[in-house]
């Protein structure tokens, strides 16, 4: 190994370079999945809302969302928030996109708003919403489709109703609040997609254009990151070979050189055979080792722990299965590689074999002809050959 680093040396740069492609092929590798689970998520389920909070809402909307706050939540939401004042610059701008913006009082999200606590606050105040509904319904039996008829809510009921609901104790939306808070992240941020769909339908909002848009874009994404991937790959093998064959033709070299300054006593210690495996086969999987090693041996461990990485970030509840799966894999590794080792010590015997009895027939090919010995050293190669390949 020590030796093999030496022949590395002088294409330190290139092995450099193909570890860091690795790395940005490891990246492509491991990002396609989150974005082919974006489009389904967010592009298809959600409709393209990918806010965490919206940008523009009803001013009434606000109030809603409040009640089922606590105070600090509140205050967070509200001050994220800013009016749009009619007939200003900032109104016409939004009205391209927010069409029936002019017709209500609205607020936009500030550009120094703390968009995570918004989103945050906003998902949870949505799941409470909706379980308040549902409780709500339950007692005065009005049964709410929770799952499905959120979409389809009037907001000009809902605003309706908001001077009642201000009226209630804060108490009555303390069991829904709670619950929203023990929820998954993710199921109010789902939840709170749903009502963000509802606030831009509101303010008009083209919803089937903006799921387009998304889709669009996180498959162009997807494309470009595919293509950088491919690059990376191609960039890596083209390097791979450069290195491995340098490597081989510098110890093609000095193997041969070596093989030419024996002794007589030096050459009676090694048979032909095995100086034309050493030079030639040999030193190929040598070649093929760096070659497949900077590919392959170089990619999976980046790769693995990448994905561990990745993994742990979605959900670290998984992480016992992660850890479970890893210990497997190394135990074949290490199962396969004991299981490997003598058959590829036994392979370069098998090889030397072959490589002797072609040797002999071809350089002793007149002798065998003129004692009509064929039949003989074609046995002779059938069965070295076939111990070969067996």
Not at 22 to 44: K, R
Not at 141 to 161: C, I, K, N, P
Not at 312 to 318: D, E, I, M, N, Y
Not at 349 to 368: F, P, Y
């Amino acid at each position: 190994m020590k030796l093999l680093k030496t022949y590395l040396k002088p294409f330190a740069a290139l092995v450099l370079a193909c570890i860091l492609l690795l790395f940005g092929q490891a990246m492509c590798d491991l990002t396609l999945p989150n974005l082919m689970s974006d489009i389904v998520n967010t592009g298809i389920q959600l409709g393209g809302v990918d806010e965490a909070a919206p940008a523009v809402l009803n001013r009434q909307a606000v109030d809603l969302l409040t009640l089922f706050m606590n105070d600090a939540e509140a205050g967070t939401f509200k001050n994220a928030y800013t009016p749009v004042e009619h007939g200003s610059d900032e109104e016409t701008k939004l009205a391209k996109t927010y069409e029936n913006i002019k017709d209500m009082d609205a607020v936009a999200l500030s550009e120094d708003a703390d968009v995570q606590a918004v989103g945050d606050a906003y998902g949870k105040a949505a799941y409470a919403f909706m379980t308040f509904l549902k409780d709500y319904g339950a007692q005065t039996g009005q049964a709410v489709d929770t799952e499905s008829g959120v979409q389809d809510m009037d907001m000009r009921q809902l605003y309706a109703v908001i001077p009642m609901l201000q009226q209630m104790p804060k108490e009555t939306f303390s069991e829904a609040i709670d619950s929203a808070k023990n929820a998954q992240s993710m199921i109010g941020s789902q939840v709170g997609a749903t009502f963000t769909k509802l606030f831009y339908k509101e303010l008009g909002v083209d919803l089937d254009a903006k799921q387009v848009r998304y889709i669009v874009i996180k498959g162009l994404e997807m494309l470009g990151i595919a293509l950088l991937g491919v690059l990376a790959a191609v960039l890596v093998g083209f390097f791979a070979s450069r290195i491995s064959s340098g490597v081989a033709k510098q110890m093609r070299s000095d193997v041969f050189r070596k093989v030419e300054s024996f002794s007589n006593t030096e050459f009676d210690k090694f048979s032909t055979a095995s100086l034309i495996t050493r030079t030639t086969n040999d030193v190929t999987q040598v070649q093929m080792l760096i070659s497949i090693g900077l590919r392959l041996m170089c990619y999976a461990p980046i790769m693995g722990v990448g994905g561990i990485i990745f993994a742990l970030q979605k959900s670290v509840s998984l992480s016992w299965i992660i850890a479970l799966a890893v210990i497997v894999l190394l135990g074949l590794v290490v199962v396969l590689l004991n299981v490997a080792m003598p058959k590829f010590k036994s392979l370069q015997r098998l090889t030397d074999r072959l490589n002797l009895v072609s040797r002999e027939n071809l350089s002793g090919m007149l002798v065998v002809r003129a004692f009509t010995n064929e039949k003989f050293e074609e046995a002779r190669f059938d069965k070295a050959n076939e111990d070969l390949t067996r």
